[in-house]
């Protein structure tokens, strides 16, 4: 079956322009993740989202970021007035409703390179 | 939040043992897991291990657990150039959300040879 997809896969844009990143979960799929990987860096967690529950937004860096999920499926982060340190791979994830003592895998996105010039 | 932390690179020869160690602080974690990532790739899961096991093995992959020093780490047996990647351990938030998983920085493994 289909995984999770997400376009642009590479995204070019200049410094102040605002971007908007495509993610398409698994069908099924109730919750929906999105991080950032800067070149080297681990996965900084952004926002996250489980079906109609408000998302948890704890780690947007900013407020030029947001995150909506339409329908409970697809999503799209946007960054506003992009800025050189924006530049990283956005990576999205999605997988079933987490419950305790049951194991949850996250299914991952090929993720959005993006580049601030 | 909680931290998870893992050394940044490890070299091996094809053929040696690879072992990549983790730390979490977090006691109340349930699960705890394994990703690999390859070269311009998302993460894929690797192995999982519930906190109230030791030890789990999946066929060249070995997961240790000791809960008491808070350490995870994986082994992987007769690595091969294929395994150079970065593998992530992630550990799910404490009790009531268990969606929110943290992530360590990653270890690049890198096979010579």
């Known amino acids: 079956g289909a995984g999770v997809s997400q376009s642009p896969s590479n995204k070019v844009t200049e410094k102040g322009k605002d971007v908007e990143l495509r993610c398409d979960p698994i069908?099924?799929?109730?919750?929906l993740y999105w991080y950032r990987q800067s070149l080297g860096q681990g996965l900084e967690f952004l926002i996250y989202f489980q079906g109609n529950s408000a998302p948890d937004k704890s780690g947007l860096p900013s407020d030029r970021f947001s995150a909506e999920r339409t329908g409970g499926s697809v999503s799209t982060l946007t960054i506003q007035r992009t800025q050189q340190e924006d530049s990283a791979v956005y990576l999205c994830?999605?997988?079933?409703?987490?419950?305790?003592?049951?194991?949850?895998?996250?299914?991952f996105g090929p993720g959005t390179r993006l580049t601030v010039t | 939040g909680e931290d998870v932390e893992q050394s940044l690179f490890l070299s091996v020869r094809e053929g040696d043992s690879s072992v990549i160690n983790c730390t979490y602080t977090?006691?109340?974690?349930?699960?705890l897991y394994w990703y690999k990532q390859e070269p311009g790739a998302g993460l894929q899961l690797l192995t999982y291990?519930?906190?109230?096991?030791d030890m789990k093995q999946d066929q060249r992959l070995t997961v240790l657990l000791n809960k008491k020093d808070k350490h995870l780490s994986l082994r992987i047996a007769d690595t091969q150039t294929g395994d150079s990647a970065i593998y992530f351990c992630?550990?799910?938030?404490?009790?009531?959300?268990?969606?929110?998983?943290?992530f360590g920085s990653g270890t690049k493994l890198n096979v010579k040879p």
């Open positions: 994830a999605s997988s079933l409703t987490c419950r305790e003592r049951v194991s949850c895998e996250q299914y």
């Open positions: 069908s099924g799929h109730t919750a």
């Open positions: 291990i519930f906190s109230n096991m």
């Open positions: 977090d006691s109340s974690s349930t699960y």
């Open positions: 992630a550990e799910t938030a404490p009790l009531y959300n268990f969606n929110k998983f943290y």
